[in-house]
């Protein structure tokens, strides 16, 4: 069974940390995997990423994938409060339902 | 430009009533999808529409149903609500033109409460 696990469920952090949020998967056949970041309503996009090693960044967030090892991590850097959030992953499978499988996410709070 | 609307916003149903939760977005997109979220189970794909006029079953399709007459509009309908359907109801689309290499853009969300 197709399946998207992250870790940690949780996490609590101050101002200026740098945490590092996972992402492990196993589908039937990968396309890409997705990270996005849910406040108080709708998931918003970050990244997709679809060939290892080649690093994503915007602004202090970066991504990266490893197919051999099938996880992906993204990285914040001087985190701050505003970055306080459920960050979801999530895989496309092109089996044969081909749909996008969503991890729970990860819950993290930055204290100021 | 929206991008994609959900009415309503919140909605309080007594259980057995028959409830429809619209979707309608403007981007012109072809794939479009219904999630339920829930506490400690993430998001779960109830019902998909591939194009216009087609639709399938996602993880948990029971209790719900879905049309697709138009490219803009993904109304889903609980023809006889139950508790369990409380939850965060979420649609999305996408561009189909390479499925599996497009993001998903989420409307803002529907919280319903059954009763």
């Known amino acids: 069974e197709d399946k998207v696990v992250q870790s940690p469920l949780s996490l609590v952090v101050h101002e200026g940390d740098t945490v590092t949020l996972n992402c492990s998967y196993e589908?039937?056949?990968?396309?890409?995997l997705l990270w996005y970041k849910q406040e108080k309503k709708a998931p918003t996009f970050l990244f997709m990423l679809?060939?290892?090693?080649i690093e994503k960044k915007s602004g202090r967030l970066s991504s990266i994938l490893d197919k051999k090892e099938l996880f992906s991590i993204l990285n914040i850097t001087a985190t701050q409060t505003g970055d306080s959030a459920v960050y979801l992953c999530?895989?496309?499978?092109?089996?044969?339902?081909?749909?996008?499988?969503f991890g729970k996410g990860t819950k993290l709070s930055v204290k100021p | 430009i929206a991008g994609i609307t959900q009415a309503p916003t919140s909605q309080i149903l007594a259980a057995g009533r028959r409830m429809t939760l619209r979707c309608t977005q403007d981007?012109?997109?072809?794939?479009m999808y219904w999630y339920r979220q829930d506490l400690g189970l993430g998001l779960r794909l109830i019902h998909y529409?591939?194009?216009?006029?087609?639709?399938g079953k996602g993880e948990v399709p029971d209790g719900y149903s879905v049309s697709r007459a138009n490219t803009d509009d993904f109304p889903l309908t609980l023809a006889s609500a139950v508790p369990s359907q409380t939850s965060v109801y979420f649609c999305?689309?996408?561009?189909?033109?390479?499925?599996?290499?497009?993001?998903?853009?989420f409307g803002p969300g529907t919280r319903l409460t059954v009763l």
């Open positions: 999305a689309s996408s561009d189909s033109a390479d499925r599996g290499m497009n993001e998903q853009f």
């Open positions: 589908v039937t056949n990968f396309r890409s």
């Open positions: 679809t060939s290892s090693g």
């Open positions: 999530a895989v496309w499978d092109g089996g044969s339902q081909g749909n996008l499988i």
């Open positions: 981007m012109r997109h072809n794939a």
């Open positions: 529409s591939n194009t216009a006029g087609t639709t």
